[in-house]
Each structure stands twice: as structure tokens, then as C-alpha cells.
């Protein structure tokens, strides 16, 4: 499993927000995306996972390009092959613990007969057993992360993008929730690429580059 970027470029009407940005990541592998505010790291995440088409180049997972896929087609290859936790953690409120980390296996018909159980049993992994049955609104920061985390997860992606996994939370939170991201990272061999602010966070990724006026070079 590889992840490919060959010369991507994004633009917004005369903005350039990515230039010419090549990086490969195999699996297994953790790589973190760093630099200034406005830099395009969001950009670059978004274009990986395929919410943001670019506009030359190409993005290769394994391979293949989903950008070529009928819409339908893509947002089910995104389902199954990519998972997402971003700096707000985007829970439904109305849903409990347990049906927010199940979400992604309802998206298609085909979210296997063990969908449940995988579910619990990351839950139980994130340690919010007890909290099963809450809501949203019955967490604290960390734990409502936490379940973002196991809600990326559920599918066994092979692609996991982490948007500022850790900036909404304290110190002592973030590493929690970092130490979690690692952990699992490391039990399914996804890729693992995070975009951070924190440098903390940074040094614990095996490769970082740095994004700076659109170019990315390795730190």
C-alpha cells in the first residue's frame, strides 16, 4: 500500500495554495505536515483524501486514482480506504458513543455483519466502555476525540489523515490522544499522515515535511 503524490498543484482562481508537491509514504509508515498558517497543509490533507481534486498533477493510492472514479464509486473507495479525525471531531449530537463510530460502516450496504462488534470492541480500545451509550455532550474534549479516532478507524482504513488531531486539547489530553493515535497506527500498519501545529506531536511522526508558500520539502 502507497500513497503517491506526483507534482500536485492546487489553485483557487489566482491563488496558488499547492505547487508541484511530490511525496510517496508506504505503509506502515507516519509522515506529519508542518508550517505556518495558510501554508496549504489542510489543502494538501484535503486533496489526499480526496474531498479536494487538484488541479495538475496526480494522487495515486496503491497504484490507482480515484479522481478518475465515478462520483459514486469515489465516495465509496473514501469510505473504505480512508479514515479521518480533524480538530473538531464533527460527532453527530443526537447519537450515542457507539452509533457515531458505527457511521461509516451505514454509508454503503456493505459494511460487514461484524460492523457492531468492531465497533465495540474500538470503543473498548479508546477506553469509553463505560461511556457506550452517551452523548456527544456528556464527554469531555478528550474523550469526544477519542471517539473520533475510533470512528476513523472502524472501517480498517489504509489511509488515516489526522487535521490537527490534538489542537483543540490541553497538553496532557493531546498526549493521551496522540499515544492513541500511535497506538492503533501502529496494531492496523495504516499510513498515518498528520497535519500539526505542534511540534510535540511532530517529532513523534518517523518522517515530517514542511509545507512553506506551497512547496513541500522533507525536514
Not at 492546487?10 to 498558517?37: F, T
Amino acid at each position: 500500500m502507497t500513497l503517491r503524490a506526483e507534482r500536485v498543484s492546487k489553485r483557487y482562481g489566482d491563488v496558488s495554495v499547492l505547487r508541484d508537491v511530490s511525496i510517496e509514504v508506504s505503509r506502515s509508515q507516519s509522515l506529519a505536515v508542518v508550517g505556518p498558517s495558510g501554508s496549504g497543509k489542510s489543502t494538501l490533507l484535503h486533496v489526499f483524501g480526496t474531498l479536494d481534486r487538484p488541479t495538475s498533477g496526480r494522487v495515486t493510492v496503491d497504484g490507482r486514482d480515484p479522481y478518475v472514479l465515478p462520483e459514486k464509486d469515489l465516495a465509496r473507495f473514501r469510505n473504505r480506504v480512508i479514515g479521518f479525525v480533524f480538530q473538531d471531531h464533527h460527532l453527530l449530537p443526537q447519537y450515542s458513543v457507539l452509533e457515531n463510530v458505527m457511521m461509516p460502516t451505514l454509508a454503503f450496504r456493505d459494511g460487514g455483519a461484524d460492523a457492531a462488534e468492531r465497533a465495540r470492541d474500538l470503543v473498548e480500545r479508546v477506553g469509553l466502555g463505560h461511556r457506550t451509550n452517551h452523548r456527544p455532550s456528556a464527554l469531555s474534549g478528550g474523550e469526544r476525540q477519542r471517539v473520533a479516532v475510533a470512528r476513523a478507524l472502524v472501517n480498517r482504513p489504509a489511509l488515516l489523515l489526522c487535521d490537527e488531531p490534538t489542537g483543540s486539547l490541553d497538553r496532557a489530553l493531546a498526549d493521551e490522544v496522540g499515544d492513541l493515535l500511535f497506538e492503533l497506527h501502529a496494531e492496523q500498519e495504516t499510513i498515518l499522515i498528520g497535519v500539526t501545529h505542534s511540534l510535540e506531536l511532530a517529532a513523534r511522526f518517523e518522517r515530517r515535511m514542511a509545507l512553506q508558500e506551497g512547496t513541500c520539502v522533507e525536514a
